[in-house]
């Protein structure tokens, strides 16, 4: 992204003398951590947390970064031509206060493209110094699949890699139990520091690297489960990207943005605070026995809330959350179907339920975000079984009543669905009160099963026969006493003329 006149890239030289100090002295500071992947999100979490640390004087390390494939390259080469600085701004509320801060962030030391600089990537390997692998490699990334290792060859695949690199390690330090090191894999999976360290054995074995190997892996090496939370945009938009430019007097192709609210939950003791003292600096992370309420709190409330109100702000022409969130009728129906009905269903702290609630309220209302409620609708039924469904049950169960505005959510999730195929097949569109026609994306066996459903004459019919789709849900959902009909009842009253 360029602007429309000349404005110098972002360069260590343009910083003051104080801070060219400091970034140099970062500089100086032995390499502690690879990190595998430098997109948004790590750049806006991650290694914000590590300069936090070192501005504090409680961390004195790096980082070496490396891309998690051969596209990654690119950016990479770019990035260390702006000497590895980039700039972050942290935006939005804070407590009901609109907040802007902007940070040059200087934690890089070394870049390494490890599918052309092969053995400098394993090199790091032999570092006295490192101490901690991150990794934000998307879903994707974070998988096994049969490989044949060559060695001396580049492996694209992340835990392969990994596996490799641990050896070369194993092989410097001849096995010593004291050079272990604390990986971190920040991919969006349930279990992720289990899985990681399931696919590194099995690529042990796979490529031969002895037994002593394995052992050495389970003995000394720390595979972390853990959860984050920020919503991390990244790049502005183009008019403010110049504007912003032009304000802060360099470009800067990595200029990166993030919301104030962060968490991340990792399972481990609280002891590892000392290897990473991110808790101690006051940044909301939390050292944990169990990571499930986290998850279960996460999904429940942030994304249960975000799929509770996606197919209703579209029925009512919303576009964004923050459109939802600013519309008086619907942001109380919002709220009080989470702290009524969400939280009463789950067994975790009550207290720490509705603080993370009201933190999770405040986020929706970002002015700087735009989250389009068609993004999140994206699969909204597998979303809505795994986000919801759990939560009707649990409070069903509990009360012997269904919740009545989950139940609400869910006739307009089944009303958004009555769809007509357009486009030879390719396209299922809706059509809300407004006239208006919306594209719903979503597995295409769904949407089949689903338009056939809704060609029955009665809606009573239609209603018990997509509940009744083990296929969709994979359980009969008449069971539940009287959801059918509230899913009748509901469909019509949505269906009334909109004043």
């Known amino acids: 992204m360029s602007i429309g006149k000349y404005i110098a890239p972002l360069r260590l030289e343009m910083n003051s003398q104080d801070e060219r100090r400091k970034i140099e002295t970062i500089r100086q500071l032995p390499i502690k951590i690879l990190q595998i992947g430098g997109g ?17 004087g409680k961390y004195h390390g790096s980082i070496a970064l490396t891309p998690p494939t051969p596209n990654g390259a690119i950016k990479l080469k770019q990035l260390a031509e702006q000497d590895g600085l980039y700039t972050l701004i942290t935006r939005g509320l804070q407590q009901g206060e609109v907040i802007e801060e902007k940070s040059i962030i200087p934690v890089f030391k070394t870049f390494i493209d490890p599918y052309t600089e092969w053995e400098q990537f394993l090199q790091l390997a032999e570092l006295e110094s490192l101490d901690i692998i991150i990794s934000n490699t998307t879903e994707a990334g974070l998988a096994y699949e049969p490989i044949h290792y060559t060695e001396g060859e580049p492996l694209l695949n992340y835990p392969a890699r990994l596996t490799v690199f641990l050896y070369r390690r ?15 894999p920040c991919e969006l999976i349930e279990h992720n520091g289990d899985l990681l360290k399931q696919y590194v054995l099995r690529y042990a074995k796979e490529f031969g690297l002895g037994a002593d190997f394995v052992t050495w892996i389970e003995q000394s090496q720390r595979f972390l489960n853990n959860l984050v939370d920020r919503i991390v945009p990244g790049m502005p938009p183009e008019e403010e990207y110049q504007r912003l430019a032009n304000q802060y007097g360099y470009e800067d192709p990595f200029i990166n943005t993030a919301e104030p609210y962060h968490l991340w939950a990792i399972q481990g003791e609280p002891e590892l605070d000392k290897r990473l003292p991110l808790a101690q600096i006051g940044l909301n992370v939390h050292w944990v026995k169990d990571l499930q309420p986290f998850h279960e709190r996460k999904v429940r ?41 969400v939280i009463p269903a789950l067994t975790l702290d009550e207290k720490e339920l509705h603080a993370y609630a009201t933190a999770t309220f405040e986020r929706f209302r970002n002015p700087y975000l735009e989250h389009r409620l068609q993004d999140i609708a994206l699969n909204s039924l597998s979303k809505f079984k795994t986000r919801i469904l759990p939560t009707l049950k649990a409070y069903s169960e509990k009360y012997n009543q269904l919740p009545a505005e989950i139940v609400y959510s869910f006739a307009a999730l089944i009303l958004l669905y009555r769809t007509q195929s357009v486009e030879d097949g390719q396209r299922y569109q809706t059509k809300i009160p407004s006239g208006t026609l919306i594209t719903i994306k979503d597995n295409e066996r769904y949407l089949q099963r689903l338009a056939e459903h809704w060609q029955q004459p009665q ?10 789709d083990q296929q969709i849900w994979d359980e009969d959902l008449t069971e539940i006493e009287g959801l059918a009909k509230a899913i009748v009842s509901n469909i019509q009253l949505l269906e009334e003329p909109q004043l």
Do not use: C
């Open 459 to 468: 809606l009573a019919n239609v209603v018990t026969s997509i509940l009744a």
């Open 301 to 341: 409330i942030l994304n249960g809330a975000h799929t509770l109100m996606t197919p209703v702000g579209l029925w009512y022409s919303k576009v964004t959350v923050r459109d939802v969130m600013e519309d008086t009728k619907l942001s109380d129906w919002v709220m009080s179907t989470i702290t009524e009905e």
């Open 40 to 56: 948004n999100f790590l750049r806006g979490f991650f290694d914000w947390m590590i300069y936090e640390s070192i501005n504090q």
């Open 170 to 184: 194993f092989q410097h330090f001849a096995g010593s139990l004291e050079h272990g090191l604390l990986i971190l």
